[in-house]
């Protein structure tokens, strides 16, 4: 007798469906409990907020295991630009906000991406430094971007050895 196809396929997607569902659907009803607070307690921050600040606590005292949300989480990052798509086309039933303030808020999307890449840059290269530190790495005083790397550490060398220009000014590779 032959098996059915739906008797082949594995259960570890509808597993993980499952899961996903079940982990999205409590990170929905935290964040209802969390908006119902700040409101009924006339909070000055918005149920969001409380709410990522509530969460980020839970974790990181392990009140709640990262392995209870991860999954859930990584669905709904994964699909996040999704969510922006309704309130992008409501945007555009105002023409004549953008005729009037567009280079305003042109201004402050540029300066706001600018702000986060820099701090989201130096916030890596700090925890990079202090992971390397918190190894045992010393400083390299040649070169501190490579602090507490050792020369072997540093990726494959170039065999011309001056970052790749050659004696003539071409660069070697």
Known sequence: MQASLSDRRPALPRRRAVRVMIQVAALWAFAWVCN?????????????ILGC?????????????????????DWLLAY????????????????SLFLRDGWR?????????????????????WIS??????RGGGRDR???RMDGLRRSDSGPTNPVG???HSDDGRFAG
């Open 36 to 48: 119902w607070v700040s409101a009924h307690l006339h909070l000055p921050i918005p149920g969001s």
């Open 53 to 73: 600040a509530v969460l980020f606590m839970l974790l990181a005292t392990g009140v709640v295991k990262v392995s209870w949300v991860e999954a859930g989480a």
């Open 80 to 95: 996040l630009l999704l969510f922006f798509i309704p309130p992008a086309v409501g945007v555009m039933q105002y023409p």
């Open 105 to 125: 808020l042109l201004l402050v999307i540029l300066a706001s991406t600018i702000l986060v890449m820099a701090v989201t840059g130096w916030t890596t290269d």
């Open 129 to 134: 430094r202090r992971n390397v530190r918190a």
């Open 142 to 144: 040649r070169n501190p």
């Open 162 to 164: 001056d970052g790749g």
